[in-house]
């Protein structure tokens, strides 16, 4: 290996004991290939086990924990029982080479489309038409609320049961935990909503349960991330601004959390400036890493398909994460390590078949131009991928992952 890259390998200890052997981690990235009822397919396998050396930690794509918040027809379920067998068989399939197997486990919210066309109904903080859905958001109760918050724990109890090594809380890119957060969907003038307390409230309930059900269940230490988008800023509409996140990741940090993942949208966004506020255009990855301090790693991802980005982003952050890489160049990583970096390739044509590229990446492809990081190569041969004839979508399927 070069040694310029040595740091890129060296190992990372997580607050509970755990370690890893170096600092590439495998986004969660939606595929959108599983069963209708959320129960994994032979294509999620070999796709998992294709990136097994993708990263010292791999993240599943988010699981919906409640029947009431799916969004894609064809994702991940873990909101019963019948998607152990399944689950079970991804773990093994992550940890094949070594790596740490996380699930990321969320409720949509507003999100859930599929829900809507099927139910009638898409949950939200408070009862809200926005213009960017067809359908009205319909205001949680109390009681969903708490059921929510069980389902979290619920979950913890079958990632355990599956053999994760840990769960990450999505609380980021517009679901619910982050629609509880932002002023703009959260209207609530009881203990969820209001003060930037009372908007987090949601969030650390959600740990909390996760943390308990984790220290019950697990016999082993049990790794639990929270992935934030640390802004909600859109034109003139300000959901919250990096100085309300840095005060939810202090209650993290402080309750025991063993790495936050920061979430950005755009180009090399792992480089994003804050848009106002008191660390206006800051880095704002390097101001979250300042005020984390070492008490846990801080993930980064965004733009990462190259050696030298790569390299890059560990100033930003402890570990690197790569989505749209890890689709085109799972052995990045592998590559650097044996010092072949001239043979990494972001370009896909005529690779597909012995990459595992599920048929379901089709449906996400505008997610993987709008970060930058695939060439025209790339996206043009996922658009020859086939969907099965069973294969239908919801009307409104807005995809943030």
């Known amino acids: ?22 600092r590439f981690v495998m986004a969660p990235m939606v ?21 097994a050396k993708t990263g010292q930690l791999l993240i599943t794509a988010a699981c919906y924990n ?4 799916q969004w894609l027809d064809y994702q991940y379920g873990i909101f019963d029982d019948k998607h152990l067998p399944g689950m079970t068989e991804m773990a093994q399939a992550m940890k094949s080479e070594g790596a740490k197997a996380i699930m990321q486990v969320y409720h949509t919210g507003r999100e859930a489309s599929v829900t809507q066309r099927d139910y009638g109904v ?46 990450e809380i999505h609380g980021a890119n517009h679901y619910l935990i982050q629609q509880f957060f932002s002023t703009t969907s959260n209207k609530r003038t009881d ?22 059900v984790a220290q019950e269940e697990s016999a082993e230490p049990f790794i639990l991330g929270y992935r934030i988008s640390p802004e909600e800023i ?11 996140s840095l005060y939810l990741i202090e209650q993290l940090v402080s309750r025991g959390v063993d790495y936050i993942h920061s979430s950005l949208w755009g180009v090399d966004s792992y480089k ?15 101001v979250i890493k300042s005020v984390i301090n070492k008490r846990c790693p801080l993930i980064v991802v965004g733009g990462i398909g190259s050696a030298e980005a790569a390299l890059d982003a560990l100033e930003y952050g402890d570990l690197v994460a790569m989505a749209a890489a890890a689709i085109a160049e799972p052995d990045l990583a592998e590559k650097i390590r044996t010092d072949r970096v001239d043979e990494i390739t972001l370009n896909i044509t005529g690779r597909m078949e012995e990459l595992k590229i599920p048929y379901g990446v089709k449906t996400v492809r505008w997610i993987l131009e709008s970060s930058g990081t695939l060439p025209q190569e790339t996206l043009d041969a ?8 069973h294969y239908v979508m919801a009307s409104d399927q807005r995809i943030f992952s």
């Open 1 to 22: 290996m070069n040694s310029r890259f040595e740091s890129l390998f060296r190992p990372m200890s997580f607050p509970n004991g755990i370690e890893v052997s170096g």
């Open 191 to 212: 203990k969820w909503g209001g003060s930037l307390e009372k908007r987090s409230a949601f969030a650390l309930a959600i740990f909390d349960e996760v943390k308990r």
């Open 66 to 69: 409640d029947i009431m918040a």
């Open 272 to 286: 994003n400036t804050a848009a106002m506020g008191a660390y206006e255009n800051q880095s704002i990855n390097q």
């Open 382 to 389: 996922l658009d020859t991928l086939k969907l099965p004839d």
């Open 122 to 167: 898409a949950y939200g903080p408070s009862t809200i038409k926005f213009p960017f859905l067809e359908y009205e958001v319909t205001g949680m109760s109390e009681r969903k609320i708490q059921d929510v918050i069980g389902f979290f724990g619920d979950a913890t109890r079958r990632a355990i049961k599956a053999g994760f090594d840990g769960l």
């Open 234 to 244: 859109h034109g003139s509409d300000i959901g919250y601004t990096l100085d309300d």
């Open 31 to 51: 595929i959108n290939s599983s069963n209708a009822d959320g129960t994994v397919t032979d294509a999620d396998i070999a796709y998992f086990k294709r990136r």
